[in-house]
């Protein structure tokens, strides 16, 4: 069975540019999670989708928004990025809206110069 | 004061030790209890997770939470090498409709010598 699947594993992006980040949960999770983890800290809560509605957010910028597709798939979006926006991008799926046994995918390492 | 706080280590320990992790956080509406295993450069691997206070025991793995004292802890046995990782403690919170996502602590580097 398939865990968490992100994509891509890598990007390169330049200050000012906007950047898409996707997410397949586990067949069968109606939840997706984003977190943002920079190196040497814990992942930090962007924000939670469950049944395709935004469920809970973070304390991050409106530069920072997401979506969740039928599919339960999900795309994490961040506009006129920062060098501080450089980080691992994190996607976590669970069953329902409560957040015991979320499983984390591998990342989307992020780098903007 | 952070809501979720680790000493981030490095903890080097010999191989087959009893290895103790410790967690404090300061949120009383944390109502249960992650802890995560980190490899470098990859996703965080859930290893336990409990709700209450007391302890739960999952193979070499115990975690125990003190809600009185907000002191969440995690118990390696027979320490391996391939335990080398960073560990992360997670409390969460779950209010009526919405989410709050995982509070996640900065992690304890944990190096066990062979």
């Known amino acids: 069975d398939a865990g968490v699947t992100q994509s891509p594993t890598h990007l390169i992006k330049t200050r000012g540019q906007q950047v898409t980040l996707r997410c397949s949960p586990i067949?069968?999770?109606?939840?997706v999670s984003w977190y943002q983890q920079v190196l040497g800290q814990g992942p930090q809560f962007i924000f939670q989708?469950?049944?395709?509605?935004?469920?809970g957010r973070g304390n991050f910028p409106d530069r920072f928004s997401a979506r969740q597709f039928p599919n339960y798939s999900s795309e994490l979006n961040v506009n006129a990025l920062l060098l501080g926006d450089s980080a691992l991008y994190l996607c976590?799926?669970?069953?329902?809206?409560?957040?015991?046994?979320?499983?984390f995918g591998q990342g989307t390492r992020l780098t903007v110069v | 004061q952070k809501e979720v706080e680790q000493d981030p280590g490095p903890l080097s320990v010999p191989e087959g030790a009893i290895v103790s992790l410790n967690c404090t956080y300061s949120?009383?509406?944390?109502?249960?209890f992650m802890w995560y295993r980190q490899y470098s450069r990859k996703g965080p691997e859930l290893l336990m997770y409990?709700?209450?206070?007391g302890n739960k025991e999952d193979g070499r793995f115990t975690a125990q939470v003190d809600k009185s004292s907000k002191y969440i802890s995690l118990f390696i046995r027979d320490s391996q090498p391939s335990d080398s990782a960073t560990y992360l403690c997670?409390?969460?919170?779950?209010?009526?409709?919405?989410?709050?996502?995982?509070?996640f602590g900065k992690g304890t580097h944990l190096i066990i010598q062979p």
């Open positions: 976590a799926s669970s069953l329902a809206l409560l957040n015991t046994e979320a499983f």
């Open positions: 067949s069968g999770h109606k939840s």
């Open positions: 989708y469950y049944e395709k509605e935004e469920r």
């Open positions: 949120n009383s509406a944390f109502q249960y």
């Open positions: 409990t709700y209450s206070s």
């Open positions: 997670a409390p969460g919170t779950y209010s009526g409709g919405g989410a709050d996502g995982l509070t």
